[in-house]
T-cell receptor, first 113, second 113 residues
Framework: GNSVTQMEGPVTLSEEAFLTINCTYT??????LFWYVQYPGEGLQLLLK?????DKGSNKGFEATYRKETTSFHLEKGSVQVSDSAVYFC????????????FGKGTMLLVSP | DTEVTQTPKHLVMGMTNKKSLKCEQH?????MYWYKQKAKKPPELMFV???????INESVPSRFSPECPNSSLLNLHLHALQPEDSALYLC????????????FGPGTRLTVT
C-alpha cells in the first residue's frame, strides 16, 4: 500500500533560518507528490506539487524536488518568517483508479522572531 | 480561482439534533470529498463523489449522510452524532478523482455536546 513518512515535529526555528522538512514515501505506480500547509484554525492549502521524477515544485519561497531514487520529497525554504508557522503535510496520489490522497502525519513548524 | 467555500464555519449541536454542512466550488471540478480531521492529525477521508455519484464511502457510520445535489454542491447531513464526532470537517474538490491535486475549503468546526 501507499504511505508517507514525515519527520516528527515540532520544528522550532528563528526567523531567517533555513528550513528542511523531510518526507519519504512508499507507493505502487508513479505517484504525484504534494505539500499542503495548514495555518491555525484554517483548512489545508496546496503549497506545491510535483508529478514526475526530478520535477521541482516551488511556491512562496518553498521548494521540493521529486527524487525517485531516494523516494523523497523534502520541503525547503531558505529564510523562514514568523508567518510560516503552521503544520505542513506531505501527501501523494497515485495515478490509477479511484486513488485518493495519502497524507503524512504532519510536521508543525514554529518560527520565533 | 481555486476557492472552495464551506458553511457554517462553526457548529455546536446536541446529540439529538439534525444539521447539515454545506460545501460549494465553482472551478468546474468533477470530484468532491469530505474529510474529518481531529486535532494534531492529518485529514481522514470519509466520502468521495465523482461526477455526482458516490464512489467511495470509507466505512463511515450512517449518522453521516452525504449528498451531491449538483456538480458544484456537496452536503453532509448529520444526525444523532456522538461527542467523539467533534472535529474539523473539510471539503475538497479536484478536477477528476484520479491524480489531480485537491483544493480544500476552510472547514467547519463541529462540536457535539
Amino acid at each position: 500500500g501507499n504511505s508517507v513518512t514525515q519527520m516528527e515535529g515540532p520544528v522550532t526555528l528563528s526567523e531567517e533560518a533555513f528550513l528542511t522538512i523531510n518526507c519519504t514515501y512508499t507507493a505502487t505506480g508513479y505517484p504525484s507528490l504534494f505539500w499542503y500547509v495548514q495555518y491555525p484554525g484554517e483548512g489545508l492549502q496546496l503549497l506545491l506539487k510535483a508529478t514526475k521524477a526530478d520535477d521541482k515544485g516551488s511556491n512562496k519561497g518553498f521548494e521540493a524536488t521529486y527524487r525517485k531514487e531516494t523516494t523523497s520529497f523534502h520541503l525547503e525554504k531558505g529564510s523562514v518568517q514568523v508567518s510560516d508557522s503552521a503544520v505542513y503535510f506531505c501527501a501523494l496520489n497515485t495515478n490509477s483508479g479511484y486513488s485518493t490522497l495519502t497524507f503524512g502525519k504532519g510536521t508543525m513548524l514554529l518560527v520565533s522572531p | 480561482d481555486t476557492e472552495v467555500t464551506q458553511t457554517p464555519k462553526h457548529l455546536v449541536m446536541g446529540m439529538t439534533n439534525k444539521k447539515s454542512l454545506k460545501c460549494e466550488q465553482h472551478m468546474g471540478h468533477r470530484a468532491m470529498y469530505w474529510y474529518k480531521q481531529k486535532a494534531k492529525k492529518p485529514p481522514e477521508l470519509m466520502f468521495v463523489y465523482s461526477y455526482e455519484k458516490l464512489s467511495i464511502n470509507e466505512s463511515v457510520p450512517s449518522r453521516f449522510s452525504p449528498e451531491c445535489p449538483n456538480s458544484s454542491l456537496l452536503n453532509l447531513h448529520l444526525h444523532a452524532l456522538q461527542p467523539e464526532d467533534s472535529a474539523l470537517y473539510l471539503c475538497a474538490s479536484s478536477q477528476e478523482s484520479v491524480s489531480y491535486e485537491q483544493y480544500f475549503g476552510p472547514g467547519t468546526r463541529l462540536t457535539v455536546t
